[in-house]
């Protein structure tokens, strides 16, 4: 691993493409470091990673506003990518109106 700032940390991004070592200020936004990641990495340049949740030690980062650090992310941890899920289904209204 490379040497790097107090507020920087490299981590490794998993998904299926493969793991991937990026540098990242753990003062950015989840959102950010997963643009710059894409932007940094030429083997992922082509996947939209905003249809990706951030799992990191068996949680989803479920809000991409804030920062890395509020996460307790750290230097050498392995983030991973999970595809996200929508589920037609989960938007129908399935309850019927009784008439009255």
């Given at each position: 691993m490379t040497q790097v700032a107090a507020s920087e940390a490299t981590v490794f991004f998993q998904l299926s493409l493969g793991r991937f070592e990026s540098v990242v200020d753990l003062n950015d936004t989840v959102r950010a470091a997963k643009?710059?990641?894409?932007?940094?990495?030429?083997?992922?340049a082509h996947v939209n990673l905003n249809s990706f949740h951030v799992n990191f030690n068996g949680s989803y980062f479920t809000d991409e506003s804030k920062t890395l650090a509020s996460y307790n992310v750290e230097n050498g941890v392995t983030l991973h990518l999970v595809k996200k899920i929508t589920c037609p289904a989960a938007a129908v209204d399935?309850?019927?109106k009784v008439d009255e």
């Open positions: 643009k710059k990641f894409r932007f940094a990495v030429p083997q992922v399935t309850e019927k």
